[in-house]
């Protein structure tokens, strides 16, 4: 069967990670595209990646600049993997040459951008899928399992507590600081909010409070010092031609109440400009029991607790999931199909959860299988972080409905009306 024809677009940092994680699928003999074009505005990224592509691949991708010059290329799918930004223009774009697409997250850069994709690809015979990668680590698939078990019972609250100790470093590059580009709060949050949907269900409500503490951001390399770290060492090269130090536009922590449409409650922070000691929990507490989950993408295990027995955090926490399976392509990338644990570098782990990706999207495109991140999860995981700085704004409650269907957008419209949309 022939492959189906790939062009990456968008060649940055996470275009390159994107390939390095189609080149894992390739290894591990699973891969179902031929990465034909590597589309950039920004020849010089573009050819970056099509040189490491013919190192990978065994066959150098053509180099264009724009979305169009792919159609005579004989593209059939694009991986979007430009900044947020463009990704709702590009998307449409996409579906209007009848391109299947895999959009990083955010799908889009407000919850419009989202729904524009949306209507735009409203009964189109077009796979569009969200390149959302934690809730495919294979220990979330675990805790997912267990609960789906009823191992913990009817879960009731969930804790997630997640603040970084780097100050005023950079996080990675400048946009993910820039209110119109992509916050961290969004380009972060939105991992958080797929997963306390995928565990929890739909979120119903919010409650926050928002914070900009750290307005001058450091970036180390720009100034000449050691790189920081980040989840490629490509982003170095980035980096390095960014400035020392800047303005930071977006809020970088939040503090909030989780309603569940369950009946489940969920206390969030998201804080990227802590000092000290950071702090990482994610806990799942239910009627007959809870769950400690380790740090997305780090392999370590869960440990269990249940009144009238004793903790487990080790292998026999298979035993109360016997049916438990992890889909083909995870469990050869990763070396099993019944994890409680795994141990690569993060880079390597990093990998093969875009290999993952990459596969569930092929899946898609050969009419296997319905992929799993949709347009809709993608956008609501948007509005889920939307409603955490919409409630910020608004000093209120706010629903996730009236954030979904736009009725609420003060904090979006500027990043809308600088868009145009």
């Not at 430009?82 to 998307?91: I, K």
């Not at 969030?268 to 507490?285: D, L, T």
């Not at 570098?345 to 799993?372: H, M, N, S, T």
């Amino acid at each position: 069967m022939s492959k189906i024809p790939l062009a990456i677009v968008g060649c940055g940092g996470m275009g390159h990670r994107h390939m390095y994680g189609l080149a894992e699928l390739h290894r591990a003999g699973l891969n179902q595209f031929d990465l034909i074009g590597a589309c950039d505005p920004v020849l010089e990224n573009a050819e970056s990646l099509a040189d490491q592509a013919a190192e990978y691949f065994g066959k150098r991708p053509t180099v264009v600049a724009k979305m169009d010059d792919l159609v005579a290329l004989g593209v059939k799918a694009v991986d979007i993997t430009t900044t947020p930004r463009f990704h709702h223009s590009l998307a449409v774009q996409s579906v209007h040459n009848g391109f299947h697409a895999m959009i990083e997250k955010p799908v889009g850069l407000t919850v419009r951008a989202g729904n524009i994709i949306r209507k735009a690809a409203t009964e189109k015979q077009l796979v569009m899928s969200v390149a959302e990668n934690y809730r495919r680590d294979p220990i979330n698939r675990l805790a997912k399992a267990l609960i789906k078990a009823g191992i913990i019972g009817e879960p009731r609250f969930m804790l997630h507590s997640s603040v970084g100790a780097q100050g005023n470093q950079m996080l990675i590059s400048v946009w993910r600081h820039q209110k119109d580009q992509s916050g961290v709060l969004l380009d972060v949050g939105v991992h958080f909010a797929d997963i306390m949907e995928y565990f929890m269900g739909e979120i119903k409500s919010i409650y926050a409070q928002t914070r900009l503490y750290e307005k001058i951001r450091h970036n180390p390399a720009g100034a000449g010092e050691t790189p920081q770290s980040a989840p490629n060492q490509i982003y170095a090269k980035f980096q390095r031609k960014m400035p020392a130090d800047f303005e930071a536009t977006a809020e970088d922590a939040c503090y909030a109440t989780v309603n569940f449409s369950s009946g489940a409650v969920g206390q969030y922070i998201e804080n990227h400009a802590g000092h000290g000691k950071g702090i990482w929990c994610r806990e799942i507490h239910g009627s007959q029991g809870s769950m400690d989950m380790p740090n997305d993408r780090s392999g370590h295990h869960l440990v269990l607790h249940r009144r009238g027995h004793e903790k487990i955090d080790d292998g026999r926490i298979l035993d109360l999931v016997p049916d438990f399976r992890l889909d083909p392509a995870t469990a050869t990338l990763f070396g099993g199909d019944r994890l409680w644990k795994y141990e690569f570098p993060f880079e390597q782990i990093d990998r093969k959860l875009i290999a993952v990706e990459y596969d569930d999207f092929a899946r898609g495109i050969l009419g296997e299988r319905p992929v799993e991140v949709d347009l809709y999860q993608g956008t609501r995981s948007v509005a889920v972080s939307y409603a955490i700085l919409e409630s910020g704004v608004a000093g209120r409650l706010v629903t996730l409905d009236e954030v979904l269907n736009e009725e609420l957008d003060e904090y979006q419209r500027e990043i809308n009306d600088s868009m145009d949309i």
